[in-house]
């Protein structure tokens, strides 16, 4: 198993394991800055990629700024999608479940889509982490009910269609496994950017469309 580098997903994962994230958002999260994934020290292009803001945020999280939340959820588009990952189980914990899930599948799309523009497939196991720690509870609920998961996917995809995404999104390639040894970045020129996200969206719907047609075909319990 490939080892999670400390910019964004590290920090996210390490704060979030001890306890639900609902208890994260209540309590501050001990120091971790002196442990080892911070040895890991990008280089090159590698250092230009600017996550503090994501980091930031999360960091207010776990420590206990509730207030964050709606700051974030009124420009989303600001920032990574570990952020919206974060505060899509903490709605799920606080029993806003539809939102929970459309919150986790924007993240999900988004996390996809910017690991389609990298060159480096290691960076893709970023996406499977995320969708583990965070889907446990939200993926089983979402699955429960196939029309509505349809609709609040349809909700996203319109919605991220719409929308601008201001956060870098080559905070993907610090989590592969070029961050150890390189020095530049593989991945698409920013011209090929929304292409990539429109043939995401594309295929998300399509992996949507697979998923409830298995569900359907499901002989009943």
Known sequence: ????????????LAACSSQPPAEQAKKPTPDTS???PQEITPKGEFAQIDVSRSQQAMDAITSGE??????ILKSPNEYA???LYLISAIMFDNDYQDQATFWYYAAQLRARSDANKSGDD??????NQLNQRFGVRIAPYSM?????????????LEWDSEQQRNYDPRWIALQGKDVVTET?????PSNRWLEIDA?????FRQGLEQALAKLSQAPAK
């Open 144 to 156: 429960s009910n196939p029309q509505r998961l349809q609709g609040i996917v349809s909700q996203v």
């Open 66 to 71: 509730g207030d964050t939340i709606n700051d």
């Open 34 to 36: 002196s442990q080892s």
């Open 81 to 83: 999608p570990p952020v």
């Open 199 to 203: 043939l995401t969206r594309n295929q």
């Open 184 to 188: 530049k970045v593989d991945f698409a």
């Open 1 to 12: 198993m490939m080892k999670l580098y400390p910019l964004l997903l590290c920090g996210l």
């Open 122 to 127: 290691t960076a893709h196991s970023a996406v």
